[in-house]
């Protein structure tokens, strides 16, 4: 009975230590994703595309790794993680964007002035500067933001249903 007791307290002993070791490592694979979450997230400021009309009204943020997505005045937003695939995506067609040209942009129609479309801005918010489109139709960005914006979209729109 006491070599029994014995090796069951030894087989104890030992399968707590494996199970400390596991925890330990699984720890330290958390913090090694949370930091690199955080890594990418300081990659891409602050997005906001706003498209609005009498009757609509549309905003997509990206914020601290988040999409936030707005559809009416007034409204709560929806919100999801931006998948890691999706941010990746985003970031690199944010990288092709040259910020300083971006408020001098020539829209490619003017279908807004008369309720054609959406009039629509791009913005792009960092530590130091908030980086903003001339308005634009919704639908008809800029050919220089145009792949940026189309994405943007499709990631908002393929979340929220």
Same mark, same amino acid.
């Given at each position: 009975? $006491?070599?029994? &007791?014995?090796?069951? !307290?030894?087989? !104890?002993? %030992?399968?707590? @230590?494996? @199970?400390?070791?596991?925890?330990?490592?699984?720890?330290?694979?958390?913090?090694?994703?949370?930091?690199?979450?955080?890594?990418?997230?300081?990659?891409? +400021?602050?997005?906001? #595309?706003?498209?609005?009309? *009498?009757?609509?009204? *549309? $905003?997509?943020?990206?914020?601290?790794? $988040?999409?936030?997505?707005?559809?009416?005045?007034? &409204?709560? +937003? &929806? %919100?999801?993680?931006?998948?890691?695939?999706?941010?990746?995506?985003?970031? /690199?067609?944010?990288?092709?964007? /040259?910020?300083?040209?971006?408020? =001098?942009?020539?829209?490619?129609?003017?279908? *807004?002035?008369?309720?054609?479309?959406?009039?629509?801005?791009? =913005? %792009?918010?960092?530590?130091?500067?908030? #980086?903003? =489109? =001339?308005?634009? /139709?919704?639908?008809? +960005? +800029?050919?220089?933001?145009?792949? %940026?914006?189309?994405?943007?979209?499709?990631? &908002?729109?393929?979340?929220?249903?």
């Amino acid at each position: 009975m $006491k070599l029994f &007791a014995l090796v069951f !307290s030894m087989m !104890s002993f %030992f399968t707590s @230590c494996k @199970c400390k070791e596991a925890t330990i490592q699984d720890e330290a694979k958390i913090v090694n994703t949370e930091s690199n979450l955080e890594n990418q997230i300081l990659n891409l +400021p602050v997005v906001v #595309y706003q498209e609005t009309t *009498r009757g609509m009204y *549309r $905003k997509i943020s990206i914020n601290e790794g $988040k999409i936030f997505v707005v559809t009416a005045h007034g &409204a709560k +937003p &929806a %919100f999801w993680e931006l998948k890691k695939e999706d941010y990746k995506k985003l970031l /690199d067609l944010y990288q092709k964007i /040259d910020l300083n040209g971006l408020s =001098s942009l020539k829209d490619p129609t003017q279908k *807004r002035f008369y309720d054609g479309a959406p009039i629509a801005t791009l =913005s %792009f918010t960092n530590e130091k500067d908030t #980086y903003t =489109s =001339s308005e634009f /139709d919704g639908g008809f +960005p +800029p050919k220089e933001i145009e792949a %940026f914006v189309n994405e943007l979209i499709v990631v &908002a729109e393929k979340l929220n249903k």
